[in-house]
Structures are given as C-alpha cells and as structure tokens.
C-alpha cells in the first residue's frame, strides 16, 4: 500500500462506519472543519477520559479548569500571539491559489506553474465581534490554544484548590487557527480540540519535573495501544525553540505520510506569567508561606491534540489482512481505547433468539458500550464489527435456548469460545481488564 492508498482507505473507513465526515458536506463541505459520528465520538470520549484519568485523577496536585473560548483580547497581545502567530503566505499571480511559503518546496505554483507574490505574514488567529458594534474595540479572538486561560487564572485556581507549587492545571478543548493550507485529513484542522497541562514549579526545579512529564507523556501513548516503534521523542533545535522556550521536545508518530509531531512538551520559563504580570498589572507571584520565599513560577507544558491522537490510532490499529478467500479490514484497538467493547446479533431474526439477544444487550449496556444488530448474514455482521474495532461479538443460536451457552467471537484471532449465560458478563469484563 502507498501512502495516499492507505490514507485513502482510512479516510474512506471513517466515513462509511461513523467515526470522522466532513463538515457541512451537503453544501460542498467547509475545509479544515471535520464532524465526528457516533463511533468516532465515543472513540473520542474515550481518548479525552484516558488522558483525565492519567493526569488529573492520578495526581494529587493536578486539578482540572474549563475556560472561556473568547477571552479579553489583551490576553493575546501578553501572550505575543497578535505579534508573532503568523505564518508567512505566498499568492499565485496566475489562478490565486494561496500557500503556506514553509508548505512549498517548488519555484512557481504546482498547481499551474504561475509566479508566486512575494512571501506575506498572516496571522493564525480568528477575529470576532462581541457585542452589537464591528469596530476595532470590540474586536476579539476564538482562542488559539487553551493555554493562556490557564495563566491567567493560575492564581486563583491555586488559591481555591488548596494547592502548593509544584501544582498543576489541566484543560480539555475546543481551539481554532485560520491555517491557510489544512491538510493530511484531519492532521492539521482550521477548529481542533486540545488537552493541556501548565504545570508550575519553583525554579530550578524546573529540570526534573520536565523530565518526569516527559516520561509519563510517552508511557501513555504506549499505554493505549500504540506501537512503540512508531513513536518517538525529537528535541528541538535551538534555531526552532520559540523566544520563551528554554527547551521543547515532540513526541511524534509515523504516520504513512511520514513523522509528524503528536504533542510538544515544553519548559517556558516565567514567560507565560511574566507577561501576563507586565500586560495585566496584577502580580504573579506565588508566596510560599513554609520557605519564606515569593517567585513567578516556572512552567513545564503538556501540550496534545485530541484529534492528532485519534488520527493516530487509526492509523496504527488499520490492517487489511489476508484470509483464505479474502481480505479483512480490522481496526485492532486495545481494549481501552475500543469504541465500542461488544456487539450482539441473534444469528437468526426469529423471535426468540431476538428476544434472548437483546435482553444479553440489555446486561451488558449497564458494564461496557454495546450494539445490537440483526440485519444481514453473521458474517457481514462480524466484518461490520471489526472494520470499527469490536473487541467481542457475542452471537445467540438456536442451540442457545436449550443449552443457555452463546458464542462469543474474538476480533483478533477470529476464533470462537461457547460461554454460558451465567457467566458471560464477567468472563467480558475480565478479558476487557486484560
Ligand atoms: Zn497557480
């Protein structure tokens, strides 16, 4: 398989099976904007729940912040955003088309061989109005990151979450930058949700918890089923470290379109708070009452996108595998990350085996994500399954209603195992463990 291929087909799978379609289709579609259907939301959900868990609920000095997406603007210009988040854009002379000046490598436009502008800075932000007048003050921005709403309420959050430094704050959601050439599906997307960790640190500390981050960061990748082989950390150059960075390095995956950075950890210094002090003229200091000393904290960054992640595991987990008369499309997930655990078909659509069926459906919606289906050949069904990563398929037979045993189907192996009725919730529950 080549890359477009491969990228091709998963783009495809996506929107055959519900888990990614592009936005406002019916009216020829909105580049860079992506809608997630049913599959790809609890795929999503599960994504966003992982990375709470890890590191909000499993430490004790983490909390967790849900912002504002229009904030005041002045929180941009301290953040150096409204000067420096621009990309530099070339136009061709000939049929108008507009690149990023990094994205091309060629002399003249590829698209028609056309003379390019010379090379225009753009800013990434999007503009708003708030309230009833367009004019220059009531301009403000959606956010490009969930960052600085983070810094700037650092205090406040510490004050009423009983926290002492080292201390941390985590944020889930939505973001947006005009990118002027969104591409790779939906690796680089004009509207994306982060999940960002600042966490703050008495300097000189700093070192250590940057490298404790960087550790957990890379396990989890690991730890929702990625392979390892296709991860792996790049420091940056010290010519691509931002002003404020003392250090930055990317985990990255190699997609079929090559290594592309999947989150940046970053150490930034006192900037962030610095220039917020500066811009806002209220203090950042944090006072630390046993050591009798006060600082502007330091802060180690966390910085993921949840829709890179999901484009991840998809392509990690696509094979297309041989089998006797054909080939099989298997999404095989780990059991954490699977959007939905188990399915249930009745292998007949006879009244009783539906009713059995959905009444096991009905059991195991209350412990795991379940589906119930009853249209097609079994075969179909189970294939339906695996192309959506189903870890088990659970199938109710005429053979059922007298020996109260069903056949549970494994994604992987294909192989099937009869389990009793009695004991069929906790042997799924069990393997889901694993
Ligand atoms: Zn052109």
């Known amino acids: 398989m080549n890359i477009n291929e491969k990228m091709e087909k998963i783009t495809s799978l996506c929107k055959r099976r519900g888990f990614i379609f ?3 289709e019916i009216y020829g579609g909105m580049n860079g904007c992506w809608d997630y259907g049913p599959v790809g939301t609890e795929l999503k959900k599960n ?3 992982l990375w709470w868990k890890d590191i909000v609920q ?29 990309d530099d854009m070339i136009d061709c002379k000939k049929c108008k088309k507009r690149y990023r000046a990094d994205h091309v490598q060629t002399e003249t436009c590829p698209e028609c061989g056309g003379e390019f502008t010379p090379p225009r800075p753009f800013n990434l932000m999007f503009k708003t109005y708030v309230g ?6 009531s301009a403000a921005y959606l956010r490009p990151e969930t960052a600085q709403a983070i810094f700037a309420q650092y205090l406040t959050v510490l004050n009423c979450s009983r926290q002492r430094i080292p201390f941390g704050i985590a944020q889930i959601g939505k973001s947006f930058r005009n990118e002027i050439t969104p591409r790779n599906f939906t690796f680089r997307s004009r509207e994306f949700e982060q999940m960002e960790l600042e966490f703050f640190v008495a300097p000189g500390t700093d070192e250590k918890w940057n490298e404790y981050w960087i550790d957990r960061r890379i396990n989890w990748y690991k730890n929702i089923g990625i392979h390892s082989e296709r991860l792996r950390i790049r420091e940056h150059e010290k010519d691509e470290l931002a ?4 250090s930055c390095v990317d985990v990255e995956y190699e997609f079929p379109f090559g290594w592309q950075e999947l989150e940046g950890i970053a150490n930034r210094s006192d900037f962030d708070l610095s220039q917020h002090q500066q811009y806002s003229g209220k203090k950042m200091l944090y ?32 094979e297309e595998e041989q089998l006797e008369k054909n080939t099989r499309v298997v999404l095989r997930f780990s059991h954490k990350i699977a959007p939905i655990k188990t399915a249930v078909f009745p292998l007949f659509k006879k009244p009783a085996l539906k009713e059995l069926a959905k009444k096991i459906n009905d059991d195991l919606k209350k412990v795991t994500t379940t589906f119930y289906d009853e249209i097609g050949s079994v075969g179909k069904r189970y294939r ?8 088990y398929c659970v199938t ?21 195992e009869r389990i009793s009725l009695g004991s069929l919730v906790s042997f799924i529950l069990d393997k889901l463990a694993q």
Request: hydrophobic content about 40%; cysteine-free; overall charge negative.
């Open 396 to 416: 109710v037979d005429y053979e059922s209603l007298e020996d109260n045993a069903v056949t549970v189907r494994f994604r992987d192996s294909m192989k099937q």
């Open 58 to 86: 499993m430490h004790d000095n983490v909390v967790g912040m849900d912002a504002s997406i229009i904030m005041h603007p002045r929180i941009w210009e301290a953040s150096g955003h409204v000067a420096n988040f621009k």
């Open 384 to 391: 339906r399954q695996d192309e959506i990563g189903t870890p």
């Open 287 to 318: 006072k630390d009452d046993l050591e009798k000393k006060e600082f502007v904290p330091w802060v180690i960054e966390t910085s993921a996108g949840v829709d890179r992640i999901l484009l991840t595991l998809l392509a990690d987990a696509y």
């Open 47 to 49: 994504i966003k729940n």
């Open 22 to 24: 592009q936005s406002s």
């Open 243 to 246: 002003h404020y960075a003392k």
């Open 132 to 137: 009833a007048l367009e004019d220059a003050a």
